[in-house]
């Protein structure tokens, strides 16, 4: 299992950016996928997931209504549209996929230990 992180990049307050985490050695249907971000000094949390097998969608309540997450599973791509990107966005984003049942079922509960597969990151920087 691999997962590749890109798309981040330095974006003024108020911008956008997608961000693409390519995929291979599983099949989207059989995992759970995430964003998740840690900015300096801080732990790591949860930002956004899909469980396509259930149908289910999750977004930290602080990005809701700003970041859309979304695949095409015929690329075995992972997205994340960032839109309306203010400060505290600034992090480094990382993909990750979990096979977990519990991480299938309730993936916006964001539990990181059940996620077992990690991109390497990429860095979002947002000025104001």
């Known amino acids: 299992v691999q997962l590749v992180e890109s798309g981040g990049g330095l974006v003024l307050a108020g911008g956008s950016l997608r961000l693409s985490c390519a995929t291979s050695g599983f099949s989207f249907d059989d995992y759970a996928i995430g964003w998740f971000r840690q900015a300096p000094g801080k732990e790591r949390e949860g930002v956004s997931c899909i469980s396509t097998s259930i149908g289910d969608t999750g977004y930290a309540d602080s990005v809701k209504g700003r970041f859309t997450i979304s695949t095409d599973s015929a690329k075995n791509t992972l997205y994340l549209q960032m839109n309306n990107l203010k400060s505290e966005d600034s992090a480094v984003y990382y993909c990750?996929?979990?096979?977990?049942?519990?991480?299938?079922?309730?993936?916006?509960?964001?539990?990181?230990?059940?996620?077992?597969?990690w991109g390497q990151g990429t860095q979002v920087t947002v000025s104001s």
């Open positions: 990750a996929a979990s096979r977990a049942r519990y991480a299938r079922y309730y993936c916006s509960s964001f539990v990181m230990p059940e996620y077992d597969f």
